[in-house]
């Protein structure tokens, strides 16, 4: 047993990593919008890719291993992965090069063929393998490093190919379920007796599989599900007797359910109006729609892109996502559909699936060193955008998240130097310049005698700054 904890204290050292305390991640009580384990106070910041268990380690030089690796190095905290590739049996064959090393949970008992050429899966049965091969040793991993894992549990197939070649479509199962497109997480799936009882045990198998790992939260579906069948399934996993936590998040994109309003802990953000995810104004547009979602829970903003919806190549964009969502008192996840590969914009391009590169992983990394470095107290602050403003510059802009008259983070967007106004009460504060591209403050803290309102003129910076403010 020491030697074990000799060698986790040494793997932490290496990676600068804080592990996991093994009490588990829950809401905090008093600040509801984050989250706490044990007497730690947690932000979640990360990179992943919805096909981690499908990729897995392929022959193309792709390792699940360094995958959480590089997060780890980065001092990255969160990821979010589906259990399995719902409507991706063709993926290995038309797209060899990203996906390689196919695996999915349920039994491929025959008789017959699926549209992939092997035998037809049994929903009614599982492959242990996968679950001992892939899904806990991902966990247990992830959870040595420091890392939390939403696992998202459905899909829904809105497209017919993408039912064609899911594991529900008749043609891939011997289960004779009958059903048809859009109808799989619908409320109508509550009415389908034997539908149901095999999205309950499934359900069942992965929460007994994962009830030892303290890291894990349950989504319910990635952009689908009937109002009536979220709720269902929310229920279902909140009353189980194997479930480990209380956390179980729910999506508002493409769903009647609200997660507003609904018996979620963690509200789940994707892009809404956030435009096409290319410009600053996108960027500015995404900060305040999830100001709207700020209900008493925790806002995850699990989803933004580049290539899955071909709007922009710029590795810089996540960077500025992730201190757009963090200033809007969310948690933030860069989330791309084939992991990064290079300058290719599409699955078919023949380039080998890999990690994404420094420019995102740093990204996230200098967020989060800022924020544990500086020791700010996130917890207890809230956006007030109203505080700041950029004078006479209405191509850039300022995000704020404060705790009034003890701290203040504006994140500035844009090109500068510029004049930044802050309505400060009347106390002494230092004030610091902060280069996000960088991880480092430009030039020392110098004290700040408060008034209303206050003018800040920022150094010469190119894309984005932080003004730090402390009493």
Sequence with gaps: MLMRMSSLVLFCLIFGITPLNGKGLEICPKHPYYFRDGDRHVVLVGVSDRALFT?????????????LNDLAAHHLNYVRQDVLSWSALLSPVNYPAQFSNPAWPFARTGPGKAIDGKPKFDLTKFDQS???????????EAEKRGIYVELTLFEGFRARRDFQQSLYTEQNNINRLGLQPRKVTSDTALDNTRLIAIQHAYIDKVLAETTQYHNVIYEIANESGGRLWVAHLIDYIHNHPTHPSRLVSAGEQTTSFDPRTGDNDIVVKHRGKGGLYATDADVHNHHTALLGFRVGKPVCH?????????????ANFPRKMMWADFTAGGHSNFFDFAFWRGKGR?????????????????????????????????????PH?????????????????????????????????????????GSSFTARWYDPKAGRFLGSAHPVQGKSPRLFQSPTFKQDIVLYLRR
């Excluded at 990729?55 to 995958?67: M, T």
Aim: with cysteine.
């Design 130 to 140: 996968y679950f001992e091969q892939r899904l806990k040793p991902f966990l247990r």
């Design 302 to 314: 699990n989803e933004y892109f580049l290539f899955a919806n071909r709007s922009t190549d710029d």
């Design 385 to 425: 955008d109203e505080l700041a403003a950029v004078e006479g510059d209405s191509k850039t802009y300022v995000f704020t998240l404060a705790a009034p008259g003890q701290e203040y983070i504006c994140y500035v967007l844009g090109d500068g130097p510029v004049t930044i106004t802050l309505k400060l009460p």
């Design 346 to 382: 599409t699955l078919d391009d023949g380039m080998p699936s890999r990690s994404p590169p420094s420019e995102i992983l740093r990204g996230g990394q200098y967020l989060l060193d800022f924020i544990n470095e500086n020791n700010v107290k996130f917890w207890t602050m809230s």
């Design 55 to 67: 990729v897995w380690e392929n022959d193309k030089g792709f390792s699940w291993r360094k995958y």
